[in-house]
């Protein structure tokens, strides 16, 4: 039976208990029960007191705080508890009934446990509603991205790009669907832009050529080691530095320069004192085209009384991100047409008839076969480059070829050599066979040759539209019956007479002979290509083709402005005595449009804007004490050359690119993801992209087996 | 005393300073390898949370040798101090806007505001009590208030009896008895004021002129017993609101705790994927 927990002298010993979790429901009243509610709530209804005997009688205990002893003065209490005083037995006379209440402390737990449970009911509600995504959302998305993973209300929407956003109440994905990352699902949809492969490895780079990079802060990187997740298997995840769910208006570009000193940890705290000098940028190479600016200022400008304005020939882009070339007809043609017209000659000898020397054939051993009189004698004269490479083709022509050497000429042949006899036979053979197959096979059986030689893409090109009867007539009037009587035009007077270009028969030379059409004839471009693709057992052949196609003295002088490039460190520098395959020839200019994203970015729009920087000599500013270019594109190393402008300091930047200015954010001038390219070497930063146009004419290796 | 306090005070702010400049340089060295920080912060975050929410539940074990009662306050003041900055650190500065981030947020923060609202009424209301003529239990203030009533009519009838005049009951019936058996509003609550038991008080001063000698003996103790009431229904307003503020602080610490734990497992469950 529960007790009272205060005696008769209550008043002074009175004890509360607040912590329990009921109350007696009479506490409001100012008058509760002592013994107050069960645990469970429950009301006792415990008599108020329990008598004293007093000598014979019982005395009523009741407390002071309920009214004192109900045989006395009552006032206040009902009567219907029961009557005043003990019984006859000793027992009280009246029975508490109340209706006990939660003290405060329950009520307070109560009410928190329900916003708990009704806050944890309406998540998981709206888990299972058509609001699932916004709730799951911790942000809206970028533009971009909100626009592509449209619908918003579809539940598989945060799978896009969340592994674990797979169809489920929490969005929690079963383990069989975890083996792929989230980053691998970014770089699914993005790998148009970059290589899946290199994706999430720093910058996009092997892990190898990441570190053989000479940059000084790369030094450090490689010495501490780099900060985890870079360079490993894993790589840097997309999501290290592009942060989503930040609303529409953010920006996923946007990083914090300590992303970047997590690697380059040499710190920068500002881009005045600690960022290292420019150096030779943005010169760190040739330009794509031999345009050498200080002769062109001093010399060529001054002697036409006109001024060297660089507007003449760099314009703005659409967009005026950056600056582009005017073409030839704009910028050059006006001065340079004439040089090449007169470059033409006699035209471009393709197939010529060398004069053999049948005794020492004879000598030989072999059997010169038919050959024109007029080209009997001792011998002499050359095989042009389209031919050789022609005849190279056919296997017998081709040891020949390697056999006397790729340049040789005919008038070296010594008519006392057993093998220099049996050599001039077999090509003499080759060459009749190679006049007599475009009859046969069209332009056809030119190309067959040329694809053997390299992979060619587009062979229309290499032929020319060489008539084909005319290879006929040719042939006819060199072999045939047809007497060749002495030509009342010379090749020279004929190549004249056709100022678009074309063929013509030389038959005093006993030559088939093209005339270029003038700038960016695509015949000598094609053959131009070819040569200089031509590497390894080719590299001789190409290498003296180009001599004759590409040389100083060329038909249509087209190297003395288009540069030729190495494609990669192995080949030799200098295509004029060394093996020169493996090139290619920069038809255009460059255009930064098409460039490779490198590592470095710049955008002239919000310069050019500035009434000072509108001049573009503030900037780039000519040092005549540089000199001239002179042989410097003879190397088919971009890197050598002559540096016409004086360094740009970085202190032309500083002045605007301060905090609180223009920024010195390095993501303002710096990309994070550059693209490397797969068929380039080592140098390909230095490299450009290879235009559609180029890609379209050459696209390499396929070679067919000989 | 307020020496002492203050050194403590000095102590734990320096504490907390200490800790909050160890939170930025751990969080800029992970930063530096460009670890995510977010996910490690909101460890901590939670953790923190939870230890400021086991405050109240430390209070269900005072028995058991868990620190003191002040200790364990000034652990919650200062740490709730931190969960301020360490959150900011976790959000980096910005307002979440997501539906459950932002919701997440703004229960913190109310919650911070409550506690902030909790401290000084903790500090300022026992002050105001002090200034009161006694101090009185929360739990007992219903039975006073009803003794106070009992003896009020008490002194109101033995004074009517021993004058033989009704004036003093009149009044007593029309103005006191009402004020003293009725529980003050909503508004006292909030704003106690003592505008009535002035009132009331300038009435029976008024009244004097018209009591006999009995009357007036009783009207003294009338004086006292109103005064009394007054105090009794100002402790009762104030250490209602201290008590009621936890009400909100507490509920809002529940709804932080929920909110918390889903925002930490979806968080959890759309992260990168495996490594």
């Not at chain 1, 209804?45 to 003065?73: F, I, Y």
């Not at chain 2, 925002?263 to 759309?270: K, V």
Request: charged fraction near 20%; proline fraction near 7%; glycine fraction near 10%.
């Amino acid at each position: 039976m529960r007790r009272l927990f205060r005696n008769e002298n209550h008043d002074e010993v009175e004890y509360d208990r607040p912590s329990l979790p009921w109350v007696c429901g009479h506490a409001a009243e100012g008058c509760p029960c002592p013994l107050g509610p069960t645990r469970r709530g429950r009301c006792p209804e415990a008599p108020e007191c329990v008598p004293a005997r007093v000598g014979d009688a019982w005395q009523c205990t009741r407390p002071a705080s309920r009214g004192g002893p109900c045989d006395q003065a009552d006032e206040g209490f009902d009567d219907s508890l029961g009557g005043s005083g003990p019984t006859p037995d000793g027992q009280c006379c009246r029975v508490n009934r109340c209706r006990p209440t939660h003290s405060l402390r329950v009520r307070r737990g109560r009410i928190a446990a329900g916003a708990a449970l009704f806050s944890l009911g309406l998540l998981l509600f709206l888990l299972g509603s058509p609001w699932r995504n916004d709730v799951l959302a911790p942000g809206g998305l970028t533009q971009a991205h909100a626009r592509l993973l449209s619908p918003a209300k579809d539940p598989n929407r945060c799978a896009a790009c969340h592994p674990g956003g797979v169809d489920a109440v929490l969005g929690v994905a079963p383990a069989d669907k975890l083996h792929t990352t989230q980053s691998q699902l970014c770089v699914a949809c993005h790998e148009s832009l970059i290589d899946p492969q290199l994706a999430l490895a720093a910058h996009g780079l092997p892990e190898a050529e990441l570190r053989r990079r000479g940059d000084a802060a790369l030094q450090q990187v490689a010495a501490i080691g780099l900060p985890d997740g870079v360079g490993n298997d894993q790589g840097v995840a997309c999501a290290v530095c592009h942060q989503e769910h930040h609303g529409p208006g953010h920006s996923l570009t946007a990083i914090t320069n300590q992303r970047c000193q997590a690697c380059h940890a040499e710190r920068y705290d500002s881009f005045a004192g600690d960022h290292p000098d420019f150096g030779n940028w943005p010169y760190q190479r040739r330009t794509r085209i031999n345009f050498d600016h200080n002769t062109h200022a001093s010399k060529h400008y001054a002697a036409a009384g006109e001024a060297f304005d660089c507007a003449g020939c760099h314009q703005d882009a659409p967009g005026r991100d950056t600056k582009l070339l005017v073409g030839y007809t704009q910028g050059c043609a006006r001065c340079h047409d004439k040089g090449i017209q007169a470059s033409r000659g006699e035209g471009l000898a393709v197939l010529a008839l060398p004069t053999l020397d049948r005794a020492a054939i004879t000598a030989a051993g072999e059997a010169l076969g038919p050959w024109p009189q007029a080209a009997t004698g001792d011998y002499d004269g050359e095989l042009p480059a389209i031919s050789k490479l022609l005849l190279a083709a056919d296997p017998a022509a081709r040891a020949a070829l390697d056999r006397l050497g790729a340049d040789f000429s005919f008038f070296d042949l010594d008519p006392d050599s057993t093998a220099d006899g049996r050599d001039a036979a077999t090509l003499a053979e080759s060459l009749r066979n190679l006049l007599a197959e475009p009859p046969r096979g069209g332009h056809g059986a030119l190309l067959k040759r040329a694809a053997s030689l390299a992979t060619i893409d587009a062979p229309g090109d290499l032929a020319g539209s060489l008539p084909i009867v005319m290879v006929q007539a040719a042939r006819a009037r060199w072999f045939g019956s047809a007497a060749t009587a002495s030509p009342a035009v010379s090749a020279f007077e004929k190549a004249e007479r056709q100022p678009a270009g074309g063929w013509l028969i030389d038959d005093a030379g006993l030559a088939l002979r093209y005339v270029p059409r003038g700038h960016g004839d695509p015949l000598l471009r094609a053959w131009i290509d070819l040569a200089a693709s031509l590497d390894g057992d080719d590299a001789d052949l190409g290498a003296a083709a180009l001599a004759e196609l590409a040389g100083p003295k060329s038909v249509g002088q087209c190297a003395t402005c288009h540069s030729l490039e190495s494609r990669g460190p192995s080949l030799a520098r200098d295509f004029s005595g060394a093996p020169g395959g493996g090139a290619f020839v920069n038809w255009r200019a460059y255009d930064a449009r098409d460039a490779r994203r490198s590592f470095t970015r710049f955008s002239h729009r919000p310069h050019v804007t500035q009434p000072e920087l509108a001049d573009c000599s503030h900037c780039h500013s000519l040092d005549p004490s540089a000199g001239p270019q002179g042989g410097a594109y003879a190397s088919l190393d971009p890197r050598d050359f002559v540096v016409q402008f004086r360094p740009l300091s970085k202190a032309a930047c500083t002045g605007c690119h301060k905090p609180n200015a223009a920024g010195v954010g390095c993501a303002q001038c710096h990309h994070y993801h550059i693209q490397p390219p797969t068929h380039l070497g080592d140098d390909f930063a230095l490299l450009p992209r290879p235009s559609r146009a180029e890609s379209d004419s050459v696209s390499l290796p396929k070679r067919q087996p000989r | 005393m307020t020496r002492r306090r203050t050194k403590r005070r000095v102590t734990n702010a320096a504490v907390l300073a200490v800790g909050v400049a160890a939170l930025w340089w751990v969080v800029q060295a992970m930063d530096a390898r460009l670890v995510c920080a977010p996910y490690w912060t909101g460890y901590a975050l939670l953790a923190v949370l939870v230890v400021l929410a086991v405050y109240n539940a430390r209070k269900k074990f005072a028995s058991l040798p868990l620190g003191s009662g002040a200790a364990w306050l000034q652990l919650h003041l200062y740490l709730g101090a931190g969960s301020a900055v360490l959150l900011l650190v976790h959000t980096g500065g910005r307002w979440p806007n997501g539906w459950l981030e932002g919701f997440l947020a703004a229960v913190y923060w109310l919650t911070f505001v409550s506690g902030v609202v909790g401290l000084y009424l903790t500090r300022a209301i026992p002050r105001q009590l002090a200034r009161t003529s006694e101090e009185f239990v929360y739990e007992r203030i219903p039975r006073l208030r009803r003794e106070v009533l009992a003896k009020s009519r008490s002194v109101v009838l033995q004074a009517a009896g021993d004058a033989g005049a009704t004036t003093l009951a009149d009044f007593y019936t029309s103005r006191i008895d009402p004020y003293l058996a009725e529980s003050r509003g909503g508004v006292y609550t909030m704003r106690p004021s003592s505008s009535m038991r002035r009132a009331l008080m300038r009435e029976l001063a008024d009244l004097k002129r018209f009591l006999d000698q009995a009357e007036l003996v009783a009207s003294e103790k009338l004086f006292a017993l109103v005064r009394k009431k007054d105090d009794l229904d100002f402790h009762e307003s104030r250490q209602s609101l201290l008590k009621r503020w936890l009400f909100v602080h507490i509920t809002l610490t529940c709804l932080v705790l929920v909110a918390s734990v889903a925002h930490g497992l979806l968080a959890l469950s759309m992260r990168g994927g495996p490594g």
